[in-house]
């Protein structure tokens, strides 16, 4: 591919044109003569001028030196260092900075509606609080028991039983173990399956013999009985293949929607009766990633319960400020959560039992139902049910000619669709329930616990330490796992959908399994670090080693980690230096056969610095015919972006990209780049208003931790991913108290994230700090 | 079409019954294809064969006389025929009773499998389809006689569990159909989106008065976007009562609630099932229809009759067991009396858009896997024709001496319009169609 796309222009809308005029007065004046006919007297902006509001996160010497380095536009010998800084001074204190957005901006908190993840999560853990929920086991296989078999009677005696790690078995025309016989025998595994991610996931079953599998069912009586005319109840298998049709092996195919983080009841029953060979092989393909077999450590030995899982589709949430939020419906959205409201609700009638725990023919089976709808209600609605409600609900469904079972559908019905819970803030009411439910879905996008309840109702969740204390014992929870994750995933590019595709003659081995294993190792990379005991998110960043499997440690030439799986590989920390060299991260940001330096450098600008860039003006296509063939990726992108109009972002954009080039399009580390050698090394305006030499990746990394303003932008990220409303609506300053307490801590990315629950659950309760600006 | 019936109806359903935009509308049902006659068959299967003396009629042709298990047609008499010395011959793996049942309406031997009867080779699934959906099929395949479902699967007591005892239709070879042994799931699965849409009118309301109650004490952004949720919900209600139900022109039947699924409940679950085949055929949701009482050794205890052994078991008792046979004869009454009560329930309801009643458009063709418990024979199947859906020349006791089973199977295709030379195994369809009309 000779030719490929990319954004060239950049603007920080500072652009203008002025005339010449006497020295003024003040910054005002400066601004009303050079500024405000393109950025409008109160920086709103002038539509075909400059349309963006002038407003940023520079600090202030830096905005100055921007200013007198480059405005007005095409003119900036116009006003000279002094003047910049009065005009700097007037425009930050007056619009530009944060403080002063926030003097002028809403105090509110945007009123959302739950977020489709939201919404799944929440009927889940609905659905969930009526019954067990053991904890999740770990990853290590599945409990697997071995029997002989005798004609009708799978299980005429039990053998041997062990654990398994994987669902790949072939014993041909063997026996499983010592003891059984070849020709007959059965094997029952059974755990939980742990899913990784939100979305549909595929199965396959291959065997020549009988094959039952269960993924998320409920337990019944008959099951593990294998008797051929056993009549036993079973739970529906999601594949059965029970019975055999000749000798082929047959694949079975099904799909299932399933929630990430939670792990579900999981169980395959097989036989083999006298067919000449025997084996048996499950591949799964999670949502985004591989065809793979079905192993460890997805499969658990634990016992687990039912999920209720929402499988209806929803329209995609507003992520146009790069969160998902709640802020607008639509009619698609309402017919979406109508059809899952009718899904949630069979399913609840069809467990009534289990749920409710009012038997058939219980005499006092309607008056405990009615117990159970109120519940129900009360856990959706995150708050107990005064009795005017409780009487509205159940007068309203339990009706003269309509059956209890009709009844609670009904009521389901209406609880789902009801505002009380699909808007987690609705009404007046602010009280120790709304601080539960604050931390609830800061934590885990859903509802409140029962512990968090109680501490509502006890009014225990009143002083700052209270609701700490909560936040950080909900840390534990996977869910809180699950979530975080996903703000990572999205931080990193890893949830983008496009193939990561590059040229095979140029990268050949560069393939889609090879892909699957890098997303995964950076996952395990962060994961691990956020998850150890210090939470570091220095180590995010200046990590000297990756995490590698024997494949990826081949095709990026580094010695091969022992112990099988992903290890640790020690790298050149002249080289490498955390996620920024990751060689997924730089693949993702490069072409398909060039490197990047603009994608890399917007990335590190927005991400990584807390910079906040523009949309280019126009998007120009980068043609490679168009440069001398003799040029480096860096001498091209100069020649391209030398313009000045282009220069007001690319002077940012640029160094930082041009610091990778020591990596090429899939992230190999090189010293040459068209058979000239790399210089990765510029000058950079920082965000703080310095200067800095980069070197390479590890000076990146440095600027990411050293720079004030690229702290707050990672605070900033994680509050709005977490919380999903903007810092500023919780006080000026928001950002600065929590990235000064997130420094302090030692850079402990979970107690930040405890530190925003609780900030966040609190506002509105707590006494505005004097000391804020 | 029955004006009255359907206004009725309508009246029933209210102002909360309607269509959901996201639910797919019912399929109309209003092709009043007056010149096409309407064809429906219904194949109807109970287990562990016959008591023959009991069975038979000693006569052939129209002068008979019906015997005692087959009492409860007497009203039907002129519109049914009984076809004695068809016999299932399909041999190879499997013992008796899978064959009796897989290669029933598939007329084939089955694939070799894992499946261990009682002293047989192992077998798997039928090797090829079976005749009610190769029927069904034919008809969906042309627009004037395809219908929503094409066929409906149900059982009464059907064990929980897939395997060559089990299964009778097959779609193709080694695919073996569920019958749907639950009333209430068979209603969802024909009515359900009805009875959805009236749940969710109903709840509307509730979702518009809390809205209001919480919009009256809200600052205005808040206000606005649940204004804007309220004018959604009154779009979606009025969705629901423009769309009506005027594809329905019978009224779903009114369940029992509550019966349980176990073997005390077969009485009911029988009668329910047949309502809502009736119900389904009426409101021409399909032509065809398997109805499986339990399967192939089938267990019931008929403790509504005061017989406390199990179905299969009495079966094997000796002919010279007077009690036994006492005991078969009246669980055979009783099946046959489940037969007579689908067919009453045909012939009550007046044929939508044509003449006669619906049992006047609809064969119900009475199948056993065997022909006599004890013996495990597959010959002399007790088959049983009531009803006029074929145009066969009904009102007669036939004696066939011997023919395959796949012969019959040929002329209900041939009945249909559909001119299979062959049907299942090659060798036993020669002769081709019996000659019924």
Known sequence: ?773 | MNVHTRRQFLRQLGLSAAALPFLPTLPSLAKSAADVKSQRIIFLFTPNGTIAPEFWPDETGPDFKLKRILTPLEAFKGRLMTLNGVCNKVRGDGDGHMRGISCLLTADELLPGNIQGGSDKPAGWARNISIDQEIRNFLQARPETATRFGSLELGVAVPNRADPWTREAYAGPNQPLAPLSDPYAMFDKLYGQIKDRENLGSVLDHVRDDLRTISAHVDPEEKALLDQHATFVREMEQDLQSAVTKNLLFPPPLLEPGVALDNDGIPKISTMQADLLVSAFANGMARVATLQYTSSVGQARMRWLDIHEEHHALSHEPDSNQEAQEKLVKINVWLCEQLAYLARKLDGIPEPGGEGTMLDNTTIVWTNELGKGNSHSLDNIPFVLVGGGLGFKTGQAMKFGGVTHNRLWLSIAHAFGHHLATFGHQRLSEGGALALS
């Not at chain 1, 060979?277 to 460890?296: E, H, M, N, Y």
């Not at chain 1, 129900?376 to 609605?381: K, N």
């Not at chain 1, 505002?419 to 409140?448: C, H, M």
């Not at chain 1, 975080?484 to 990561?500: C, I, P, Q």
């Open chain 1, 1 to 773: 591919m000779s030719r490929s796309r990319h954004f060239l222009c950049f603007s920080l809308c500072l652009g203008g044109i002025a005339r010449a005029q006497e020295t003024p007065a003040s910054g005002e004046a400066i601004y009303a003569k050079h500024c405000a006919e393109c950025h409008g007297d109160k920086g709103q902006g002038v539509p075909d001028e400059c349309e963006d509001p002038l407003q940023g996160d520079r600090p202030l010497t830096s905005l100055a030196r921007y200013i007198d380095r480059k405005m007005p536009e095409d003119k900036p010998d116009e006003i000279d260092a002094e003047e910049s800084q009065r005009v700097a001074e007037f425009i930050y204190g007056a619009f530009y900075s944060p403080e002063a957005r926030a003097k002028t901006a809403s105090r509110k908190l945007a009123f959302s509606r739950l977020t489709n993840r939201q919404f799944r999560e929440s009927v889940a853990d609905l659905l969930g609080s009526f019954g067990e929920a053991p904890a999740p086991g770990d990853g290590r296989g599945l409990k697997a028991r071995y029997f002989q078999s005798d004609g009708m009677n799978k299980k005429t005696k039990m053998v041997f039983e062990r654990e398994d790690v994987s669902l790949n078995f072939d014993f041909a025309e063997n026996s499983p173990g010592n003891g059984i016989s070849p020709d007959q025998f059965s094997i029952d595994w059974e755990g939980s399956l742990l899913a990784p991610a939100t979305g549909w996931y595929e199965f396959k079953l291959s065997t020549p013999n009988g094959v039952r599998l269960y993924i998320n069912g409920e337990r019944e009586k008959g099951d593990g009985n294998q008797r051929d005319d056993s009549s036993a109840k079973r739970q529906p298998a999601l594949i059965d293949a029970w019975v055999s049709s000749g000798n082929t092996v047959r694949e079975i195919s099904t799909r299932i929607f399933l929630l990430g983080g939670r792990s579900y009841p999981f169980r395959l029953d097989y036989f083999k009766f006298k067919e000449p060979s025997g084996s048996v092989r499950l591949d799964w393909k999670p949502p985004g990633a591989v065809w793979q077999v079905l192993a460890a450590p997805y499969l658990s030995p634990s016992a687990t319960a039912h999920v209720a899982v929402v499988s209806s589709a929803f329209p995609p949430d507003d992520a146009s400020e790069g969160y998902e939020q709640g802020t607008g419906i639509s009619k698609a959205w309402l017919e979406a959560v109508t059809a899952s409201a009718s899904e949630v609700a069979n399913e609840v009638v069809s467990r009534l039992p289990r749920l409710s725990e009012a038997k058939d023919g219980d005499p006092q089976r309607v008056e405990k139902l009615k117990q159970f709808v109120a519940m129900f209600a009360g856990r959706a609605f995150r708050r107990p049910l005064d009795e005017e409600q409780r009487k509205n609900l159940i007068d309203g469904v339990f009706t003269e000619g309509i059956g209890p079972e009709q009844a609670v559908k009904r009521a389901v019905l209406a609880i789902l669709q009801s505002p009380r819970f699909l808007y987690p803030e609705v009404g007046s009411q602010k009280d120790d329930f709304t601080v539960a439910t604050r931390l609830a879905q800061g934590a885990w996008d859903s509802l409140p616990d029962k512990q968090l309840l109680a501490a509502a109702g006890g009014g225990k969740l009143r002083t700052e330490d209270q609701v700490a204390a909560q936040a950080r014992r909900m840390m534990s929870d996977p869910r809180t796992k699950v979530k975080l994750a996903g703000f990572f995933e999205h931080w990193l590019k890893l949830d983008m959908e496009a193939d990561l595709l590059k040229d095979p003659e140029s990268f050949p081995g560069f393939d889609v399994a090879l892909v699957a294993d890098l997303r995964r190792s950076l996952e395990t990379f962060v994961e691990r670090v956020v998850w150890s005991e210090k939470s570091d998110y220095r180590e995010l960043m200046q990590a000297d080693y990756l995490l590698l499997n024997d494949q990826l440690a081949k095709f990026y030439d580094v010695p091969m980690p022992d112990g099988g799986g992903f290890q640790k590989v020690n790298l050149d920390s002249a080289q490498r230096s955390g996620v920024v060299t990751h060689p997924y991260l730089l693949a993702r940001l490069a072409h398909y056969k060039q490197t990047s330096p603009i994608l890399r450098g917007v990335f590190i600008t927005r991400n990584l610095l807390g910079g906040i860039l523009k949309p280019p003006p126009k998007a120009i296509s980068f043609e490679e015919g168009h440069f001398d063939p003799a040029l480096t990726t860096r001498e091209k992108v100069v020649q391209m972006t030398r313009n000045t109009s282009c220069m007001t972002c690319h002077e940012t954009i640029n160094p930082l990209g041009f610091s990778l080039e020591n990596f090429d399009a899939v992230g190999r580390f090189r010293l040459t780049d068209n058979a000239r050698p790399i210089d990765p090394e510029s000058d950079f305006e920082n965000f703080d208003g310095g200067r800095t030499h980069l070197r390479g990746p590890r000076d990146l990394a440095q600027q990411a931790i050293e720079s004030v303003t690229a702290r707050r932008g990672f605070v900033r990220q994680l509050f709005q991913a977490v919380i999903k409303q903007n810092p500023g609506v919780y006080g000026v300053g928001t950002l600065k108290r929590l990235e000064t307490a997130f420094t302090v801590s030692g850079y402990n990315i979970r107690e930040l994230l405890v530190a925003i629950d609780t900030l966040a659950a609190l506002q509105g309760f707590r006494e505005p700090d004097p000391s804020e600006p």
